[in-house]
């Protein structure tokens, strides 16, 4: 069953020039304008489609906004166990980046 896209929840907004920014932090590397919509459901951890100008897709996932248990809500654990199984027979997206500067995008 396909997933549901929306546009960004208020609560889950962020500042998709900052990530623009994160983004293009090599030389010569601007995704242009960013499309972000939000997949419905994971509120656990809220999931964002964002595509560039180009074309390029990306997923992104956060922690959600406010006051979180200190183990809750683990994205660096994801994206570490994701990563250590890329070239294993287990199916898992590739892993582009972990980023942990909440001037980012807010968490």
Same mark, same amino acid.
């Given at each position: 069953?396909?997933?549901t896209l929306l546009s960004?929840?208020t609560?889950?907004?962020?500042?998709?020039?900052?990530?623009?920014?994160?983004?293009?932090?090599?030389?010569?590397?601007?995704?242009g304008?960013l499309?972000?919509?939000q997949?419905?459901?994971?509120?656990?951890?809220?999931?964002? +489609?964002?595509?560039?100008?180009s074309?390029?897709?990306?997923? +992104?996932?956060?922690?959600?906004?406010?006051?979180? +248990?200190?183990?809750a809500?683990?994205?660096?654990r994801?994206?570490?166990?994701?990563?250590a199984?890329?070239?294993?027979p287990?199916?898992v997206?590739?892993?582009?980046?972990?980023?942990?500067d909440p001037?980012?995008?807010?968490v």
């Amino acid at each position: 069953m396909p997933s549901t896209l929306l546009s960004p929840r208020t609560i889950h907004h962020f500042d998709d020039q900052a990530v623009r920014y994160w983004l293009a932090r090599e030389p010569g590397e601007d995704p242009g304008a960013l499309h972000v919509l939000q997949f419905e459901g994971g509120m656990s951890n809220p999931t964002f +489609l964002i595509e560039t100008a180009s074309g390029a897709r990306y997923v +992104l996932r956060k922690k959600p906004p406010g006051e979180l +248990l200190p183990k809750a809500h683990a994205v660096n654990r994801e994206y570490r166990i994701m990563a250590a199984l890329a070239d294993t027979p287990v199916r898992v997206p590739k892993m582009i980046a972990y980023g942990d500067d909440p001037a980012v995008i807010g968490v």
